[in-house]
């Protein structure tokens, strides 16, 4: 036999258990990386409140101011007494869960009327009423309307040459703002109902505001 084959077949047959046992050691191996578990695939994150169908919310104002004209109908008048007019204003601060907006207000009202406490005497009565509420605004994500309602405590003070009263009450009611694009700015179509110990005044109150929010 030729030396060098002779040399070849003694090499390898020279540790026949310790060959075994790297083939075996490499069959395990081949084996244990087809049968480790797959690393785990993450969870699918929920959807955040502020998003709907793809739409996310932009950053929500925390405070906002609005000015309002307002018609006044008094259900209980006095004789010679119609309808007035009224300016508002009102400021307040808002906190948000998703697209649910809650927050406290504070606003101012005036208004005037002219009434004949005798045939021969009119006055003239200067209405301030002053209010602190709450306020519930919702505002879906993609949409530019956002209903809200209103309501609280009020305090009242009716003046003139003659007739000088105050007294507190309530008011409550709502409207539903137009988001005029992203610029904070709204308008808004609003009715209110006030009772109050003044002059056990009673009364609608219809309107239009304009606010800004930031």
């Known amino acids: 036999m030729n030396p060098c084959c002779l040399l070849a077949l003694l090499t390898l047959t020279a540790d026949p258990v310790a060959?075994?046992?790297?083939?075996?050691?490499a069959f395990g191996a081949l084996a244990a990386a087809a049968t480790a578990p797959a690393a785990p695939t993450p969870a699918p994150t929920a959807p955040s409140p502020l998003q709907r169908g793809g739409l996310v919310a932009p950053q929500r104002p925390t405070f906002f101011v609005s000015g309002g004209y307002h018609i006044v109908e008094p259900m209980h008048t006095?004789?010679?007494?119609g309808d007035s007019d009224a300016v508002s204003i009102?400021?307040?601060y808002l906190t948000w869960n998703g697209?649910?907006?809650?927050g406290i207000e504070a606003g101012f009202m005036q208004s005037n009327f002219e009434?004949?406490?005798t045939v021969f005497l009119r006055d003239e009565v200067d209405s301030n009423r002053y209010l602190v509420g709450l306020r519930f605004?919702?505002?879906p994500?993609?949409?530019?309307?956002?209903?809200?309602?209103?309501?609280?405590?009020?305090?009242?003070?009716?003046?003139?040459?003659?007739?000088?009263?105050?007294?507190?009450g309530w008011y409550f009611g709502g409207g539903i703002d137009y988001k005029l694009g992203g610029s904070g700015f709204s308008v808004a179509p609003q009715v209110l109902y006030t009772e109050s110990s003044s002059l056990d005044s009673t009364e609608w109150l219809f309107g239009l505001t304009a606010t800004i929010a930031f």
């Not at 006095?78 to 007494?81: H, I, L, Q, T």
């Not at 697209?99 to 809650?102: D, I, K, L, P, Q």
Request: aromatic letters at 14%; charged letters at 30%.
């Open 19 to 25: 060959a075994s046992h790297e083939s075996f050691d």
């Open 115 to 117: 009434t004949d406490l």
């Open 78 to 81: 006095f004789d010679g007494e």
């Open 137 to 139: 605004i919702d505002s």
């Open 99 to 102: 697209e649910m907006g809650f």
């Open 141 to 168: 994500v993609g949409s530019n309307f956002a209903p809200y309602l209103r309501g609280g405590y009020l305090f009242r003070e009716d003046k003139g040459d003659v007739i000088d009263d105050s007294g507190s």
């Open 90 to 92: 009102d400021l307040g």
